[in-house]
């Protein structure tokens, strides 16, 4: 399971170093893509693997099942670490997350997420945690 929070910066190659605690568990082999809410992905390859499936398997006659499958698909790229624990950010990827500099990335559960240091902060704001905690009762989680 992937954890925690981590402030790291993207140099001007879109060279990221990531976390050692994050790098036993990717493997030798992960993916990175576009991720919701303005983030990218970091999967390991047996998570993205199990995605994959689940993307296969929508229908190709819904346009909102081509569209996400597009999303996630399209910018995806395979990515194995340097000898320093780096990646390679393709620029395609950092303009739509808008890395430039500092940057967060963050453990959540099967995946690491990549977030500006901006948008961390934007979208880090937790003053209506009880009412998403309230409503997620009906999916059935209950803390």
């Known amino acids: 399971m992937f954890m925690g929070e ?3 910066t993207i140099d001007t190659k879109g060279r990221l170093i990531i976390p050692s605690k994050f790098r036993e568990q990717l493997g030798s082999e992960f993916v990175l893509t576009k991720g919701l809410d303005g983030c ?3 999967y390991p390859m047996e998570e993205w693997e199990t995605f994959e499936k689940q993307l296969r398997s929508l229908p190709l006659t819904n346009k909102n099942a081509r569209t996400f499958s597009r999303f996630f698909v399209a910018g995806a790229t395979a990515c194995e670490l340097d000898k320093q624990g780096r990646i390679l950010v393709p620029s395609t990827l950092r303009e739509f997350a808008d890395l430039d500099k500092d940057v967060v990335l963050t453990g959540n ?5 990549i977030w500006s240091k901006q948008k961390w902060s934007e979208n880090s704001n937790y003053d209506d945690m009880d009412a998403i905690a309230e409503g997620l009762q009906d999916l059935g989680i209950t803390i």
């Not at 559960?109 to 997420?113: A, M």
């Open 40 to 42: 990218l992905s970091i």
């Open 6 to 8: 981590y402030s790291h």
């Open 109 to 113: 559960i099967n995946r690491i997420e």
